[in-house]
């Protein structure tokens, strides 16, 4: 029964990385917000901006010591990221906002360590991973569109506001004592095969791909970040006025999260997901989204999230072959110049 197929370890393994990812989106997604409250405090720039840049923790993986830790020891990051849904019960927004801070460290870290960990060539790890970061973004989208755009663990919500952060957290410490138990000889093995996989050709042209993998990253984030990790967003963004008629995050926004389910799904077909027709297709679609009101904006909206959803795969697995302390350092960096340039 149902009992027996939650024991078993693929799926609970599964089912912790994906709540674990919902934690790195809901972390990620609640440090612009715990930021912005000081500037509106202060009427003008108060220093806590800087808080923005934790998200760059993973240039620590160009440390060979500390690449080497992280990546036998996963349990080390996550728990950092725990940090950013715990800081709830911080009263005072400067250690919130601390907390938050530390959270999306820890995230970004073990997001940087799981690819450069399961890299293993015909061991499906690597998409593994790269789909419980998906689902977890889905399962944050989700819970948004239900919430009134909220997402329920937020270190913003209480129990007075509707906020689940205590059940929130007790699912975090259960996803963590999953990821420390772990079958060490599994890690071993894993460690192994990597050993033998990487060539010597495989490793020059890794490093002559890191750049635009980096680049492609920090795209792919923001574009997840900023359009589609709330279902109200694309909606809202395409219709003028007030009250907005557009359609409404329920039901509509259910279309917003099967575009990104799709588009993750034909993400498997490289072919498709990376070709110029398909790029051309989701380009007109942005276009719409940016220049077309109403409903064609919105169609065009759709559009574009399933393809941003279906080249996740190929730019992860990119990231994954290269050097993971400056390809993130240039990933999060361009990511970070993206968000500051659109606020």
């Known amino acids: 029964g149902l009992y027996k197929i939650l024991l078993m370890h693929a799926t609970r393994h599964f089912v912790a990385d994906a709540y674990l990812a919902f934690v790195f989106w809901t972390v990620l997604t609640s440090l612009g917000l715990c930021i912005w409250y ?61 907390g938050v801070a530390v959270g999306t460290a820890g995230a970004m870290l073990a997001l940087a360590s799981a690819l450069y960990e399961d890299r293993v ?3 499906g790890r690597l998409d593994r991973a790269i789909q419980a970061w998906e689902a977890g973004l889905l399962l944050s989208v989700a819970l948004r569109m239900f919430f009134q755009t909220n997402n329920p663990v937020w270190p ?24 420390v138990t772990r079958r060490s000889d599994e890690q071993a093995e894993a460690r192994a095969a990597k050993r033998a996989d990487l060539p010597a050709s495989a490793s020059s042209q890794r490093r002559a791909a890191w750049m635009p993998a980096g680049l492609g990253f920090g795209a792919l984030l923001f574009a997840l970040h900023s359009l589609y990790s709330d279902s109200a967003i694309v909606g809202r963004w395409a219709w003028d006025g007030y009250p907005a008629t557009g359609p409404a995050p329920v039901p509509w926004g259910g279309l917003v999260l099967t575009a990104l389910a799709a588009g993750f799904s034909a993400g498997h077909r490289v072919e498709l997901a990376t070709g110029m027709l398909w790029w051309g297709v989701a380009s007109a679609g942005a276009c719409a989204l940016t220049l077309v009101p109403g409903w064609a904006g919105f169609a065009g909206g759709l559009v574009l999230a399933a393809y941003v959803a279906s080249v996740a795969r190929s730019i992860l697995h990119a990231v994954a072959r290269s050097p993971p302390g400056r390809t993130f350092l240039v990933g999060v960096m361009w990511y970070n110049v993206l968000v500051l340039a659109h606020v």
């Open 38 to 98: 000081f500037p509106l405090w202060h009427m003008g720039i108060s220093g806590y901006e800087v808080a923005l840049f934790a998200d760059m923790a993973p240039v620590l993986l160009g440390i060979p010591a500390l690449r080497r830790l992280l990546r036998r020891h996963r349990g080390i990051s996550a728990a950092l990221s725990l940090a950013g849904i715990a800081a709830y019960a911080a009263a005072r927004p400067e250690r919130r906002l601390l």
């Open 156 to 179: 913003t919500m209480n129990a007075a506001n509707g906020g689940w952060n205590k059940t929130g957290v007790a699912l975090a410490l259960l996803a963590l004592a999953d990821v």
């Open 121 to 123: 060539a015909g061991s």
